[in-house]
């Protein structure tokens, strides 16, 4: 795609400068112009166009032979936009008018009946609808690849033990696997914030005009399943003001950049000289130009600054709507860039993430010899003193802590004490205590639906491909 051209001039108002005498001053043009970046939904535009075109001469509002030449004149602009071919004017404003001028310059006169019974206001919120939903499904695929690649890890590591942190402070061991497959619940949900989004956006605002309705015989129930929407829009006023869509699809996706954000805290966490229980490979590293022993995951850190961008997008959009009286008006054209760039920044963060996720290697002792630290099992214990004793819960949590002071003041994990030292603060304890004491038993005890176990996330791998990945 060729850039916008910086050409201002007299041909500025000829889409609508009939009352005007003047050209606009180049700074006017220069706020005004949105081309710069509409331009991303032209394939979009030229398929409203041509909905809509076939619509006017299905109700007899146009004749074939114009209908004929517009939708071959606007194949011909997509081909030129798609070749690159194409000289975009700022002087046109926005993609609708580039669009328009160049089917004239190509069919003559003709062009100018396209525009009987819409309004580029209806027009810009049918392209940018249609743009959002393909938007959708583009991300919808790299959520699942992101998925995709944190179950391939979670299947090697179903029974390597880690520790689980609440506080960030050692809480009680877990499976690497099951810790992966939460961020694949997370991205679920964002999957399906996703769907919820499609479906409620997918009304058509085509026909609305510029706000009031047409006095044209249109069918908006035909562009409407032309295009693929499921219903035209109920209210004119609301078509062509409403920006819920963008306003949603940016809101799930600040939601998935807080959830890639958390993924990459960890990453960092996990590739430090402190953690190291993950290294990334060469292709997601990098070095420092001072200090030849760094390896740096500076991928893992941008994805978590990325997501403040995002949530900036979400912000700006949601300030730029509040407040706005209905219906049209041009602080809308500010509601493209925010949702392009927050696209962009998540798919490049979601490919970011499988990526590492796939050059990773994980350090199994070493998550192993932490995960047993911090007396991590003393929840265990406090459980069997409750199951096997019948103690309360409460009366368990007390022995328990005594428990652990005593191996802590001996410098003992708590299965390297002596039955006679538990006994010393619990005379009922018996030698079967020791079967849930230790990081491998306690990971087997967590059997509960959603628990830790490996034979529970062994299962938990396998319905997660199912439920996520069977369209792969
Ligand atoms: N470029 C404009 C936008 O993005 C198109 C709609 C312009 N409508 C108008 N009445 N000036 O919002």
């Known amino acids: 795609m060729t850039d916008q051209s910086e050409e201002t001039g007299s041909n500025a108002s000829t889409m609508w400068g009939g009352r005007f005498s003047g050209g606009p001053n180049a700074i006017m043009e220069e706020i005004n112009a949105s081309i710069g970046f509409d331009q991303r939904f032209f394939a979009q535009d030229i398929r409203a166009s041509k909905a809509h075109a076939k619509m006017l001469g299905a109700q007899n509002i146009l004749n074939d032979q114009d209908v004929k030449s517009i939708c071959a004149g606007l194949d011909q602009v997509y081909a030129e936009i798609d070749s690159g071919k194409f000289t975009f004017k700022r002087a046109l404003e926005d993609i609708h008018m580039n669009v328009e001028g160049r089917l004239k310059e ?38 699942q690849s992101t998925q995709n690649a944190l179950i391939v890890q979670a299947e090697a590591h179903t029974a390597s ?29 964002d999957r399906s914030r996703l769907s919820d989004c499609r479906n ?7 026909g609305a005009a510029a706000l009031a309705g047409t006095s044209f015989p249109v069918d908006r129930h035909l562009t409407a399943s032309a295009l693929g929407f499921d219903r035209p829009s109920a209210n004119s006023l609301d078509a ?27 990453y960092v966490l996990w590739c430090s000289t402190q953690f190291a229980y993950a290294r990334l490979g060469d292709a997601y590293s ?18 978590r600054a990325k997501s403040g961008r995002v949530i900036g997008c979400l912000s700006a959009l949601l300030v730029v709507m509040k407040g706005l009286p209905l219906a049209y008006g041009k602080d809308m054209q500010e509601d493209k860039e925010p949702v392009f760039d927050a696209h962009d920044t ?21 998550m192993a010899a932490d995960a047993g630290k911090g007396f991590a099992t003393a929840t265990d214990l406090a459980d069997w003193l409750v199951r096997v004793l019948a103690m309360p819960f409460r009366d368990a949590h007390h ?32 030698e079967d205590v020791f079967e849930v004491l230790g990081v491998q038993n306690s990971l087997k005890s967590r059997i509960s639906f959603g628990g830790t176990a490996p034979v529970n996330v062994i299962k938990a791998c396998e319905e997660a491909r199912n439920r996520f990945l069977k369209d792969r």
């Not at 409620?200 to 085509?206: A, D, G, I």
């Not at 328990?400 to 006994?423: C, F, M, N, P």
């Open 161 to 189: 033990a880690m520790p689980g942190f609440t506080h960030l402070q050692i809480a009680q061991p877990v499976t690497l696997g099951h810790h992966l497959l939460s961020y694949v619940e997370m991205l679920g949900r």
């Open 346 to 366: 998540v798919m490049l963060s979601l490919a970011a993430m499988a990526g590492m996720l796939g050059d990773t290697t994980f350090d199994k002792h070493r």
């Open 399 to 430: 022995v328990t802590g005594a428990v652990v002071k005593k191996a802590e003041d001996t410098h003992r994990g708590l299965e390297d004490l002596t039955i006679d030292d538990l006994q010393s603060i619990e005379p009922r304890i018996t």
């Open 286 to 303: 990098t070095g420092s130009s001072i200090m030849p022993q760094k390896r740096n995951p500076d991928a893992a850190e941008l994805v």
């Open 240 to 266: 062509v003001s409403d920006r819920d869509f963008a306003l949603e699809y940016l809101s799930a996706l600040a939601i998935a950049s807080v959830h890639l954000s958390r993924l990459a805290e960890e």
């Open 200 to 206: 409620r956006m997918n009304e058509s605002p085509l």
């Open 106 to 143: 190509i069919i003559g006169e003709a062009a100018g009946r396209l525009h009987t019974g819409r309004s580029r206001n209806d027009q810009v919120a049918t392209d940018f609808k249609l743009w959002v939903r393909d938007a959708i499904d583009e991300m919808d695929i790299a959520l």
